[in-house]
Nanobody, 126 residues
Framework: QVQLVESGGGLVQAGGSLRLSCAASGRSFSSYTMGWMGWFRQAPGKEREFVAA????????DYLDSVKGRFTISRDNAKNTVYLQMNSLKPEDTAVYYCATQRTYSANPRTGYDRWGQGTQVTVSS
């Protein structure tokens, strides 16, 4: 069993910054280190969308176009933790942010996730 716990959400004014963390744990987590670790978000009334992803092994990254240059995903393998640094936040970034991991490597970093955290709320005021 793998557990993912997000933290770092909150209320921030437009133009501000937040850093989200996702800590992974569990006896079977080592079997998940071959795949991507991703961040997704879901705004009220909208479908969940991909935000960013990183591989545990090489640190290869992928980003949603609308967050490129503003968000940075990183990982600390020793702590089994992935971060999402969010700068220049906009009201349209308001959503519940989820981290997710995949047991089997997917060629598409935006699909194939099978473990999800509970989410953390990010609210950006204008």
């Amino acid at each position: 069993q793998v557990q993912l716990v997000e933290s770092g959400g909150g209320l921030v004014q437009a133009g501000g910054s937040l850093r989200l963390s996702c800590a992974a744990s569990g006896r079977s987590f080592s079997s998940y280190t071959m795949g991507w670790m991703g961040w997704f978000r879901q705004a009220p009334g909208k479908e969940r969308e991909f935000v960013a992803a990183i591989t545990w092994s090489s640190g290869r990254t992928d980003y949603l176009d609308s967050v490129k240059g503003r968000f940075t995903i990183s990982r600390d393998n020793a702590k089994n933790t992935v971060y999402l640094q969010m700068n220049s936040l906009k009201p349209e970034d308001t959503a519940v942010y989820y981290c997710a991991t995949q047991r089997t490597y997917s060629a598409n970093p935006r699909t194939g996730y099978d473990r999800w955290g509970q989410g953390t709320q990010v609210t950006v005021s204008s």
